[in-house]
Structure formats: structure tokens, C-alpha cells
């Protein structure tokens, strides 16, 4: 095996807390209504919706139908998952629910003489005559978004900044036959020939089936045929600029939403 696809892998087995662990926010139902209690987990996951890691140090936000933002009533943070709970407030219209960001660890990897390295460790010095081949910190984020009543719009609002799927097709308003179209962006630019994965959510603990593999286009637009009604999660991940200031030069991003299609 060759030098490059050694170092792919071990970036990839790194980018998050345990090797194959992607993160999510998953409610407990997809059904809610202006006055709900609504309960989400939040964990990284082999299987999805099978909590395994809690998803922790972050700041969970709750974009109400107005646009106007406020945190969960109660996070309550377990070994295996953090459990957000809110009562919605009476609004009708969709309703944003993210993680926020989480900032994991930052990695170094480097090659000495044709043979990798890595390290988690800021204090450890790179080695004398390696050269540094990466350099970044983990930041993961998750979403849902929930709809008391009819679809609205003013919660899907992009942030314009860092790594994010903005809907085109609503998120509420997925059906078998149809398809769910979408734009992914960094920093509010369209990343094009970006790899999208779209795992089922079976929920039972068994063998996780193989993603469906999409490619952004030009505009960063991709579309996901709805063959079978269900519960899913959307896997993107990219290593972008990171801000001044920041841990590491690069972020390596994790992004997921999760959404359920429904028989027409």
C-alpha cells in the first residue's frame, strides 16, 4: 500500500471520537405540535439512531418558525448520549434543532522517510526531519428540523458560515417518489464535487446498511431520489479554512441532519 492511501486512512479513522462514529440529533418523533415536549438524543453513533458517545461540549440552539433563536429547556448529559428537552412555544411552522458547534481534538499527521505519523498531542514536537502533511481540529455539528403544523421557511435560514446543507426541497415535506434537494456549502459558498452520504436509520441496532453516495455539482447542488420512506441521516464532511485565531489552520468538519420520509 502506498504512502497516500495510508495517510487517508488514518485521517479518516481520526476525524472523529472512535473509528467509524459519525454524530447525530435525532428526535424521539418526527410528530409535534405548537405545544410538544419535544425530546432528541444526540450522540456518535456505528448505527443509526443507536446512541454510543455522548455528543458533548457544545451549545445546543432551538431556531424557532419566527427566526428568532433560544436554548433547550433542559440538557441532560449521559454516558452514551445527551438527552434536550423543550417545550415548543406555541408556534406554528418548522422548527431548527443543532447541536451547535463541538470542537474536538486537534491532529497532526506528518511523514518521516516514506512512513506516517500522528499525534494528538500539541506538546509533542514534530520529529526531526519529518515533514507535516496536516494539520487541523475536529468540529462536528448536527441538525433536525421538526414542523408543528404547516412548513415554514424562516428556520432554514443559511448561516453563512462553516460547513452546511441548505434545503431547497423542505425538510417537512419529504415523500416516497419524490426527491429531496439541497445545497452544501462552506462559509457560504457553494462547494462543488463535494461527497454527500445518505445512511437509512433503521433504528434496531442491526448491521448499518451501505450509504447512498451523492456528488455536489458545479453550484454545490445534489438530489436524493426518495426510494422508501423512512428515517435518515445526511453525512457530510470536509476540510475547510479555519478562522483566525483558531486551534489548528484547518477544521476538519462533520456535518449530519437527520429527516424521515414519509408514504404519499
Known amino acids: 500500500m502506498s504512502f497516500r492511501p495510508v495517510v487517508a486512512f488514518l485521517l479518516a479513522a481520526l476525524a472523529l471520537p472512535a473509528a467509524a462514529h459519525t454524530p ?30 455522548v455528543f458533548d461540549n457544545s451549545e445546543f440552539v432551538v431556531t424557532l418558525p419566527d427566526g428568532t433563536t433560544r436554548g433547550p429547556d433542559t440538557v441532560q448529559r449521559l454516558k452514551t448520549r445527551a438527552v434536550i428537552e423543550t417545550t415548543l412555544p406555541g408556534q406554528t411552522g418548522t422548527y431548527r434543532f443543532s447541536t451547535g458547534n463541538r470542537l474536538g481534538a486537534v491532529f497532526r499527521t506528518w511523514d518521516l522517510n516514506g512512513k506516517p505519523g500522528s499525534s494528538r498531542d500539541p506538546a509533542v514536537p514534530l520529529p526531526a526531519g519529518a515533514t507535516l502533511t496536516s494539520h487541523y481540529q ?105 478562522p483566525a485565531g483558531a486551534a489548528a489552520p484547518m477544521y476538519g468538519n462533520n456535518y449530519t441532519l437527520s429527516f424521515r420520509v414519509l408514504e404519499p
Open 138 to 242: 475536529s468540529l462536528s455539528r448536527s441538525e433536525v428540523y421538526l414542523t408543528a403544523g404547516g412548513p415554514t421557511t424562516a428556520a432554514l435560514k443559511p448561516y453563512g458560515t462553516g460547513l452546511e446543507l441548505v434545503p431547497v426541497t423542505h425538510p417537512s415535506d419529504l415523500y416516497r417518489g419524490e426527491h429531496f434537494d439541497f445545497i452544501v456549502q462552506y462559509d457560504g459558498k457553494p462547494l462543488p464535487n463535494q461527497k454527500v452520504e445518505i445512511h437509512r436509520a433503521l433504528g434496531d441496532g442491526a448491521r448499518q446498511p451501505a450509504p447512498e453516495t451523492l456528488t455536489t455539482d458545479a453550484q454545490g447542488k445534489a438530489r436524493f431520489a426518495l426510494a422508501q420512506a423512512g428515517s435518515y441521516l445526511t453525512l457530510i464532511r470536509y476540510r475547510g479554512p479555519a
Open 24 to 53: 447525530y440529533l435525532a428526535p424521539a418523533s418526527f410528530e409535534v405540535r405548537p405545544d410538544s415536549v419535544v425530546t432528541l438524543d444526540a450522540s456518535f453513533a456505528e448505527t443509526f439512531f443507536v446512541p454510543e458517545v
